[in-house]
T-cell receptor, first 113, second 111 residues
């Protein structure tokens, strides 16, 4: 099992450009999450999904969109990147609400110039 | 407002020198408290989940405990490979499966 994988690992964007981060999990988990991690801020939830076809806003959703067309994939989109979105992005998944141990991917380091 | 505070921010230990990391929390209805380990440049790795005050869990040199206001991660006779950042997170009441993370304790174990 690969667990949770993320692509790409690194990316540099210019302000105003768009991109999509891809997360895939092979554990048949229902729930998937996108976090960002900034120095001194801890992990903050951007969006999450409780099942295929569902999405919901987390703590810091502005400037991001997500889609969950297939159970195993969760996409995070930046339509018009801003320097404030420079961060490390982590995807995670969990089996259910009652078993909420979240398993994380290796992260994507994004720099917006 | 829900809060998770971890202390100390950084801790340096000699190999074999036992110590504890603290996670204090204020949350409206604790569903679970989670401990993770994060190595530089990697994603967090799940360690433990604690659900009720008095609960304890162990894994190798690590033991996590939970009270109504805080959790401790005890490290017994640490080795250099235990060096990492340890993150604490809380899950709020049932139906809200999101985790709220603290900022972590960066542990360095010196040979």
């Amino acid at each position: 099992n690969a667990g949770v994988t993320q692509t790409p690992k690194f990316r540099v964007l210019k302000t105003g450009q768009s991109m999509t981060l891809l997360c895939a999990q092979d554990m048949n988990h229902e729930y998937m999450y996108w976090y960002r991690q900034d120095p001194g801020m801890g992990l903050r939830l951007i969006h999450y999904s409780v099942g295929e076809g569902t999405t919901a806003k987390g703590e810091v959703p502005d400037g991001y969109n997500v889609s969950r067309l297939k159970k195993q994939n969760f996409l995070l989109g930046l339509e018009s990147a801003a320097p404030s979105q420079t961060s490390v992005y982590f995807c995670a998944s969990s089996y259910s609400d009652s078993r909420n141990e979240q398993f994380f991917g290796p992260g994507t380091r994004l720099t917006v110039l | 407002e829900d809060q998770v505070t971890q202390s100390p921010e950084a801790l340096r230990l000699q190999e074999g020198e036992s110590s504890s990391l603290n996670c204090s929390y204020t949350v409206s209805g604790l569903r679970g408290l989670f401990w993770y380990r994060q190595d530089p440049g990697k994603g967090p790795e799940f360690l433990f989940t604690l659900y009720s005050a008095g609960e304890e869990k162990e894994k190798e040199r690590l033991k996590a405990t939970l009270t109504k206001k805080e959790s401790f991660l005890h490290i017994t006779a640490p080795k250099p490979e235990d060096s990492a950042t340890y993150l604490c997170a809380v899950q709020r009441v049932a139906g809200a499966n999101n985790l709220f993370f603290g900022t972590g304790t960066r542990l360095t174990v010196i040979p």
